[in-house]
C-alpha cells in the first residue's frame, strides 16, 4: 500500500483530493495535515511514501515540511514530495525545485495532471 500524507488548509480541495484518489486501490490517503507543525509531528512518527502538500497552510508553509525532510537527523526515508499550489509562479517553482521538490503543480492549471502523477506512483509500488 502506498502512503500518502495529505497537507492542505482547505477542506474543499482536501475533499477533492481524496475523492479523485478514492478509486486508486493501491493507494492510502493516510493522514491529512493543515499546519506545517501538524504535518511535521506525522512525518516524525511514521514512513511515507509521498507528500502531497500545498505552499500557504493555516500555519507555516508547505516549504517548512520540505525543509525538515531534508535534515540530516529525518528518522525515515525521504518522501516523494508533490507541491500543488495556487503560487505557480516562477519564483515557487524555481526555489521548490531547489529545494528538492520533485513536483510543482498549479492547482488551476495542472490538478489532472497532478492526480494522475500521484496514481502512477502508487501502481507502481504494487
Known amino acids: 500500500m502506498y502512503r500518502l500524507l495529505l497537507v492542505e488548509d482547505s477542506a474543499l480541495i482536501r475533499d ?3 475523492e479523485m484518489l478514492h478509486d486508486c486501490d493501491q493507494l492510502d490517503v493516510k493522514d491529512i495535515a493543515t499546519t506545517s507543525d501538524e504535518a511535521i509531528d506525522l512525518l516524525n512518527s511514521r ?7 500545498d ?13 525538515h525532510t531534508r535534515q540530516q537527523n529525518y528518522p525515515f526515508k525521504v518522501p516523494d514530495i508533490v507541491m ?6 516562477s519564483y515557487y517553482r524555481n526555489l521548490a525545485h531547489n529545494m528538492g521538490v520533485e513536483y510543482f503543480f498549479d ?3 495542472q490538478f489532472d495532471e497532478c492526480m494522475d502523477v500521484i496514481q502512477q506512483h502508487a501502481s507502481h509500488l504494487s
Open 84 to 89: 500543488l499550489t495556487n503560487h505557480g509562479n
Open 16 to 18: 477533492v483530493i481524496v
Open 55 to 67: 505552499i500557504e497552510l493555516a500555519k507555516g508553509t508547505g516549504f517548512d515540511v520540505v525543509r
Open 47 to 53: 514512513q511515507y511514501d509521498m507528500i502531497v502538500l
Open 107 to 109: 492547482k488551476s492549471l
